[in-house]
């Protein structure tokens, strides 16, 4: 392969690279400020009881002097496993597995009323299909 070839190769593979990156980030932006302007608006709205109607019930409860502070966790994991062929007589396929694994935890703070004072967010929200990111009050 002549000199130039390989560059060109080398440039359209890196800009391959560079427009998956500017992607994945995009799609992280767009999802987060779906969550952002969600949650941002119901703020001082949304109850306890409603929020179960659109999310179910949560992970875990915890009772503060002020309310109660709501966490939804979730979890995923996968797995990607790619089998090529190396030619041994003995092993003719080889088999390697990626391991990938995603978590989320929304945090909600609510007051004695039962009414959204505070949220927070953790974790990879990208990697989920939660009803957050449509919330809208």
Known sequence: MKRKDC??????????LLVQGCETT???????DKMKNGLHSCVGKL????????AST????????????????YRKSEVETT???NGSLLFPVE????????????K???NKEGVLVDWSYDGNI????HPFTELQC
């Open 7 to 16: 560059i060109a190769v080398i440039i359209f593979f890196c800009s391959l």
């Open 26 to 32: 995009s799609n992280f932006k767009i999802v987060d």
């Open 47 to 54: 109850t306890k009881d409603a929020l179960i109607m659109r």
């Open 58 to 73: 949560p992970t875990e409860k915890i009772p503060v002097d002020d309310g109660e502070i709501w966490i939804y966790k």
């Open 83 to 85: 089998a090529t062929g």
């Open 95 to 106: 088999a390697t597995s990626k391991s990938h694994d995603y978590a989320l935890d929304v």
């Open 108 to 110: 909600l703070r609510f």
């Open 126 to 129: 990208t990697a989920f299909d």
